[in-house]
């Protein structure tokens, strides 16, 4: 990463003046003989230039893998195409784990063609009965007219297809919100998942806060967990129409799990602890219109880039503004957006085919950056924040999540409570592998370098029953009489079968993000790795004495109290006071086994069930 995002942390950005031209409005790449964009043909409601055809509108080729299918037409198929059209589909939805994406009336080398009025009802007839066969249903989202070469109007469709939910495997994104203090993060939350708009006294946001000072202060202090479910049909599923978050699972085959964050800079270290510990596929960085960009938004930013965490912008609070102000509260974004240290597209979302647009290539490119602009009040564009989550597609392919789930079981310990009549209650993500109800994990380090055996008594995930937890996925595990005071946040809970790495010393590649002065050896920093949190001493710069802001280099950290687990490429994050840093792990001087105490640690003595 460019090592000018430093400008973010240091509060010393400086806005270009007219930025790099207008904000990205449906842009797209370029088309293959001398086409235009891609999504720039759909925006224009699939028209070719002059309507001739010597230069038909073009999508990007059809990709052989991922889960967007080019079909010209569907009318009447025989048996035997019938059931390769099925098979089709199934892998499709395999790629797209659980959501495939259909263009009607395209080529498979990406050219609009288009169909009839007659021809498309017939495709979609058929569509919709292979989609029966497979246990999915179809939602149309955009139908776009192309009329070159052509007397006769002709249609291309877009078609989502999703499968209906079965034994709770839904499709999973989470969600970090982060943004300056009182920007309205929790009031929106609280209108997406509740289902009712905010009196504009922040009664929205109350079901959200876990402690008393928070609602006294109206302040998010902690990390909270809110759920946005999806049917198989698109509709939206939250707590206006299901009483409890086991019905919301039921009844949806996409969750939007959103992870609250808190926005004051006094909180920093939990909100860091959330990006690093809860591995969000995307961040939705919210500002309010009245204030702009102010406080911690920039450092959040700078995070969100920092951890190379895809973001979209929501704009909060449009109904206390004039138009004036809402569209200089976008310049402003847009022209930190296009400065070199982010290098990144805004995309202004005005209608649902923006909102489409914006959904399936913020996906594709990560230099795309959606802006929305709404009122939790009025409610004012909030149904196209919704379509957007609606079609978000999963970052990870259905191969790379088979190969994480045929490693050996890790799961990281983010939190800790004792829950009455159950025991003991770990929550966290599980990063590899597969927990079943009922397995025995070792668990570690303690602060003298050990692993103690536990057994998973019971699986609780989105706050319902579940039996078996998939890598990715991020659940609570009731440990039963286990002894709390043994356990710590950034411990993992790992397969007996592995060797786990431990150690106390270790070496990263660093970028220096920002330091008043210069960085030595001796200097003390809280390092963020993972869901590890501890401070840690530099021991050592590699050919160097000192380092500056923006400067590269190898050095090597001591933790100060405990060994901790770590892997070689983990990203590394380190903070202290203003000074800011990341990088990644490139070095263990692991202690071994012998030394750590597994063996004595497993031993009947240590046995906790």
């Known amino acids: 990463m460019d090592s000018r995002v430093s400008e973010l942390f240091g509060g010393c950005c400086r806005p270009a003046g007219g ?62 195409r019938f059931e390769h059209l099925v098979t089709q589909m199934k892998w499709r939805l395999q790629e797209g784990r659980g959501e495939a994406v259909y263009q009607i009336g395209v080529e498979d080398n990406g050219l609009l063609v288009g169909l009839s009025e007659e021809e498309m009802r017939a495709s979609l007839k058929t569509l919709r009965r292979m989609a029966e066969k497979v246990g999915a249903d179809i939602t149309v989202l955009r139908e776009r007219e192309v009329d070159y070469d052509s007397d006769v109007p002709r249609k291309i469709t877009e078609v989502l297809v999703r499968k ?30 509740q289902g009712e708009l905010d009196n504009g006294r922040g009664r929205a946001r109350l079901n959200l806060f876990r402690h008393l000072h928070e609602i006294q202060s109206g302040r998010t202090s902690s990390i909270s ?16 129409d299901s009483r409890t978050a086991e019905e919301i699972c039921e009844s949806s085959s996409k969750m939007i799990t959103f992870i609250d964050l808190a926005g004051h800079h006094k909180y920093l270290k939990t909100t860091i602890f959330g990006l690093t510990s809860y591995c969000p596929d995307f961040a939705m960085l919210v500002v309010s219109a009245n204030t702009g960009i102010a406080g911690t938004t920039r450092e959040h930013l700078g995070l969100a880039m920092a951890l190379k965490v895809p973001f979209f912008i929501v704009i909060s609070k449009v109904d206390l503004c004039s138009k004036a102000t809402v569209e200089r509260t976008v310049k402003q974004l847009e022209r930190i957006l296009k400065q070199p240290g982010c290098n990144k597209l805004p995309l202004l979302v005005n209608s649902d085919d923006d909102a489409v647009t914006a959904a399936q290539q913020f996906a594709q490119s990560p230099n795309i950056t959606p802006i929305f602009t709404l009122s939790s009040v009025s409610g004012e564009n909030l149904d196209l924040l919704k379509v957007f989550l609606n079609i978000l597609p999963p970052l990870t392919n259905s191969k790379e999540q088979e190969e994480l789930m045929q490693q050996l079981t890790e799961f990281q310990v983010d939190e800790i409570y004792t829950v009455p009549e159950v025991g003991t209650v770990v929550g966290g993500t599980l990063s590899s592998g597969i927990c079943r ?37 991020a659940a609570t595990l009731a440990l039963g009489p286990f002894d709390r005071s043994l356990l710590r946040k950034g411990m993992v809970m790992v397969s007996p079968e592995m060797n786990p790495t431990i150690c106390s010393v270790f070496e990263a590649e660093i970028v220096l993000l920002f330091h008043a002065t210069t960085f030595r050896k001796g200097f003390q ?22 380092l500056r802001t923006g400067e590269k280099a190898v050095v090597r950290f001591r933790f100060i109290k405990h060994p901790e687990y770590l892997k070689i490429g983990a990203k590394l994050l380190f903070r202290e006071g203003v000074t800011k840093g990341i990088g990644h792990v490139t070095d263990l001087q692991a202690i071994t086994t012998k030394e750590n105490g597994l063996e004595e640690s497993l031993g009947p003595g240590q046995l906790s069930f």
């Open 225 to 240: 967990f809110e759920i946005l479910g999806f049917n198989s049909k698109g509709e939206v599923v939250n707590y206006s």
């Open 164 to 193: 209906v939910p079965d034994n709770q495997q839904f499709l999973d994104l989470r969600v970090a919100v982060l943004g300056n203090v009182d920007s309205g993060k929790s009031t929106l939350l609280g209108v997406l998942t």
């Open 525 to 546: 920093v809280t390092v963020h790795v993972g869901n590890v949190r501890q401070t840690a001493i530099v021991e050592k710069i590699h050919g160097k004495d000192k």
């Open 19 to 80: 930025g790099a031209g207008g904000a990205l409005r449906g842009r797209g790449g370029a088309a293959p003989g001398g086409g235009g964009g891609g999504s720039k043909a759909k925006k224009k409601n699939g028209r070719s230039r002059g309507g001739k055809a010597s230069n038909p509108p073009y999508l990007p080729p059809e990709a052989e893998d991922g889960n967007i299918e080019y079909k010209l037409k569907l009318v009447n198929p025989s048996q035997y």
């Open 437 to 473: 109800e009922g397995e025995n994990l070792v668990v570690g380090p303690t602060d003298d370098g050990k692993f103690l055996r536990l057994k998973v008594c019971s699986i609780q995930r989105n706050r319902s029953a579940c039996r078996v937890l998939r890598a990715g996925q």
